[in-house]
Nanobody
Framework: QVRVVESGGGLVQPGGSLRLSCIAS????????MGWYRQAPGKQRELVAV????????YADSVKGRFTISRDIAKKNTVYLQMSGLKPEDTAVYYC?????????WGQGTQVSVSS
């Protein structure tokens, strides 16, 4: 059974940093994409950043230069989202996403709150 588990959310002041982690398990495919999405209250879920099996990355314009997605060198099923220069508008529930072919798996989400 495929599982996706996020961790690392919390409350941080504007300008601060956080690192989110996502561990996916229960699969053995070589080609897959993992990424981060977020959903703020009253808004639709939106893409934040994704990374594929070739380590090609894609970012939302709103986070470029501030967020970095990366894959653990040893544990290819683990990805991180390093967030810096956080703004109040980054406040949302952040979800990790795993795509294998036509199948998509989601984690339960982790809350990130940016406030003074």
């Amino acid at each position: 059974q495929v599982r996706v588990v996020e961790s690392g959310g919390g409350l941080v002041q504007p300008g601060g940093s956080l690192r989110l982690s996502c561990i996916a398990s229960g699969f053995t495919f070589i080609s897959y994409t993992m990424g981060w999405y977020r959903q703020a209250p009253g808004k639709q879920r939106e893409l934040v950043a994704v990374i594929d099996s070739s380590d090609t990355t894609t970012y939302a314009d709103s986070v470029k230069g501030r967020f970095t997605i990366s894959r653990d060198i040893a544990k290819k099923n683990t990805v991180y989202l390093q967030m810096s220069g956080l703004k109040p508008e980054d406040t949302a529930v952040y979800y990790c996403n795993l795509v294998i072919g036509r199948n998509t798996y989601w984690g339960q989400g982790t809350q990130v709150s940016v406030s003074s």
